[in-house]
């Protein structure tokens, strides 16, 4: 809420990744092939899609400076707490992620499998979202 930290977050849905497993499969290919999208959004980008799916999720008003982000694991403990949310962030993943700029291409599995990315980033969020609200229903939690 008080804003997103400086990261850029790779991200495709599973069942396109599971799609480009069986292509590469029916192939027998052979080697690496990354199943990526074609571009990575920031958290704070993130933010702003999750909101245009529910305007109930705050947008996150600024990219937070770099020598906040150590702090984020004590401040997720203690949303956790207050707001009864599971933990996310552990200082491994802010030491990980922090100021990274993903740099990948999923051209070889383009070319070699006719693979792309099908399901848009803000769909895959959508329902993510909504599992996520699903699941805690089903365990008795505020969605």
Not at 72 to 94: A, C, H, Q, R
Request: glycine share 6%.
């Amino acid at each position: 809420r008080l804003g997103a930290p400086r990261m850029t977050f790779p991200i495709v849905d599973v069942r396109d990744v599971v799609r480009g497993h069986i292509l590469a499969a029916e192939a027998d290919a052979q080697g690496r092939f990354l199943l990526c999208g074609d571009s990575f959004p920031t958290l704070r980008e993130l933010t702003r899609l999750m909101h245009d799916i529910d305007p109930k999720v705050p947008v996150a008003p600024v990219t937070m400076p770099d020598f906040i982000s150590p702090l984020l694991p004590y401040v997720d403990w203690l949303n956790s707490k207050l707001l009864d949310t599971p933990l996310t962030i552990t200082p491994e993943f802010v030491g990980a992620m922090l100021g990274k700029q993903f740099n990948a291409s999923n051209a070889r599995a383009r070319d070699e499998l006719g693979w792309r990315p099908e399901i848009p980033t803000s769909r895959t969020l959508s329902d993510t979202m909504d599992t996520i609200r699903s699941l805690r229903r089903s365990a008795g939690r505020k969605a």
